[in-house]
């Protein structure tokens, strides 16, 4: 396949995933004139790096073009186009590379034990069951933290296992599917915080029975993630909450690839799910995912295509 046609196709591929794909596709058009049209599989590393290292280019523009680059020649290695990627090593981190914590099953598991045995809950400002029926609507929904935490009792319905999510500084709603074992959760949940919520408090309150706040739940996870001894992210950042956003993200990748699932299908749904404006920022997680699915990754798709 040559160069041409791989860039002629994977920019109408954008678009029919309804990304505005100027600067992309400008990047690929420049690296076309700087390879010359040549076999996709003939692009070698040392031209890549000579595109990227030319004259003028600051840190950022380096990085949005090696991104650009890196998602273009990782498409075509998973539809078998590509043995490897011939890209160059990274330049020190700008911006910091995507690098996710991602709960193991452990992980989870000592988090929920720790909330469940632990009966000095009286610095958490919020009961146990608030706090775990939280982490398991993050970990279960991807749900962003400020749409969590502004959810009304109205917002949930369980009886068809919908719930509406409402962006803060962001138009419309979403509406997702739940499933069985967040449904319970949420019912028992109701049954508990229902006679101790004040008038005009959202779904989860905390110990006075008002609505709960980001730094209520801040400080209640920091404590059981110390007793349940998560331990740094990158031996830097701590484990947060966001990271069970990104957790659910990986989590429903690796259960998709283990099912042989086809990506083009569900990467998409994923993103509606989560509420991505663009599909790029759902395809982040691939990086996440382990080496063991990469022979998968490179066999979806329609196959080779010349």
């Given amino acids: 396949m040559k160069l041409s046609y791989a860039i002629e196709r994977y920019v109408a591929r954008r678009h029919l995933d309804g990304v505005r794909f100027r600067n992309g596709e400008g990047v690929l058009a420049n690296l ?26 600051s840190s950022a523009v380096w990085w949005a073009k090696y991104r650009v680059l890196k998602r273009f020649f990782s498409y075509w290695m998973m539809r078998g186009e590509l043995d490897a990627l011939p890209m160059p090593g990274p330049r020190p981190a700008y911006p910091p590379p995507f690098k996710p914590l991602i709960y193991s099953n452990s992980d989870l598991q000592r988090l929920f034990e720790v909330i469940a045995s632990n009966r ?7 009961e146990p069951i608030t706090l775990r029926t939280v982490l398991l609507f993050l970990y279960g929904t991807g749900a962003l933290i400020n749409e969590t935490l502004s959810l009304t009792e109205s917002d949930v319905d369980l009886q068809n296992d919908l719930v509406t999510l409402h962006r803060e500084g962001a138009p419309g709603k979403r509406i997702i599917p739940i499933g069985p074992s967040l449904h ?8 508990f915080s ?20 980001a730094l209520t739940l801040s400080y209640a ?7 349940a001894a998560i331990h740094l992210k990158d031996g830097k950042h701590l484990a ?4 069970f956003r990104h957790t659910f993200a ?12 086809d990506l083009r299908q569900t990467l998409p749904t994923l993103a509606a799910y989560m509420g991505h404006v663009k599909l790029s920022w759902t395809e982040q997680y691939l990086s996440a995912t382990p080496e063991r699915f990469w022979k998968q990754l490179s066999r979806l798709g329609l196959g080779r295509s010349h």
């Fill in 184 to 191: 319970n959760s949420i019912s028992l949940y109701l049954a």
């Fill in 32 to 57: 076309l004139r700087k390879t010359g049209d040549c076999s996709l599989d003939r692009v070698t590393g040392l031209q890549v790096l000579s595109y990227l290292q030319g004259p003028k280019t």
């Fill in 221 to 227: 996870f920091k404590r059981v993630r110390r007793i």
């Fill in 240 to 243: 947060s909450l966001k990271d």
């Fill in 120 to 126: 000095k809950t009286g610095s958490w400002r919020l």
């Fill in 194 to 213: 229902r006679d101790r919520r004040r008038p005009g408090a959202g779904l989860f309150i905390d110990k006075e029975g008002r609505s709960l706040t």
């Fill in 250 to 261: 990986v989590h429903c990748l690796n259960r998709w690839l283990s099912e042989e699932k």
